[in-house]
């Protein structure tokens, strides 16, 4: 058990549909990342938050927004999804220090019909 | 964009055999880390080499960083069936700092 907690473990869904998941860090890690898993593009990197400011970026499309509240837990928002949307969702936790050591939750699986 | 190509994508060999998995980039890590992925969890860290030539090793497995810090190789002796699963070559961007993963390696290690 990494102590990252991520909910729904799986969840589906239509298109245009509007969704959101949840992270919970391990307990004292303030750096929470997302990424996005599949098949064709594998682990994809979207976006960073340290102690609930955004600190990195990657390639995530304008229709996905996250945030990191006061209690260091954290939301990504997926709207108008489609089909391309299915895939796996992690959440990781760090401290967000040194060469960071990062805990992934078991993921949520996110499928678009 | 800094990227990282893993070869073979695919691994199936036989219980006892050794192997080595690579790691692959034409840009500079400040440091580079190895992870384990099964079926239906995320990945899990094995080890951070961060010194141009740093050698590693975990029990059967022996990790080395290339002198130049832009490649990375996993070697495991003598494999068992509980190796199996995606292992994950990830680098820390020099712009910005995010974590970027190789496609993985998956490996299939049969009784």
């Known amino acids: 058990d990494s102590g990252v907690t991520q909910t729904p473990k799986h969840l589906i869904t239509a298109t245009g549909q509007r969704v959101t998941l949840r992270c919970s860090p391990r307990?004292?890690?303030?750096?929470v990342y997302w990424y996005q898993q599949s098949l064709d593009q594998g682990l994809q990197f979207l976006i960073q938050?340290?102690?609930?400011?955004?600190?990195a970026k990657g390639n995530i499309l304008e229709r996905f927004s996250a945030q990191q509240f006061p209690d260091l837990h954290s939301e990504l928002n997926l709207s108008s999804l489609e089909l391309g949307d299915s895939a796996l969702y992690f959440c990781?936790?760090?401290?967000?220090?040194?060469?960071?050591?990062?805990?992934f939750g078991s993921g949520t699986q996110l499928s678009v019909l | 964009t800094q990227l990282l190509e893993q070869s073979p994508q695919f691994l199936s060999i036989q219980e006892g055999e050794n192997l080595t998995v690579y790691c692959n980039s034409s840009s500079v890590f400040s440091s580079l880390q190895w992870y384990r992925q099964e079926p239906g969890e995320g990945p899990v860290l094995l080890v951070t080499?961060?010194?141009?030539?740093e050698v590693k090793k975990l029990k059967r497995l022996t990790f080395q960083f290339g002198d130049a810090r832009k490649d990375s190789s996993l070697h495991i002796t003598a494999a068992q069936p509980g190796d199996t699963g995606l292992y994950l070559c990830?680098?820390?961007?020099?712009?910005?700092?995010?974590?970027?993963f190789g496609q993985g390696t998956e490996l299939s290690v049969k009784p």
């Open positions: 307990s004292g890690d303030l750096s």
């Open positions: 990830a680098g820390r961007d020099n712009q910005g700092g995010k974590l970027i």
């Open positions: 938050y340290y102690n609930g400011e955004e600190r």
């Open positions: 080499v961060v010194t141009g030539g």
């Open positions: 990781a936790s760090s401290d967000g220090t040194g060469f960071e050591k990062l805990f």
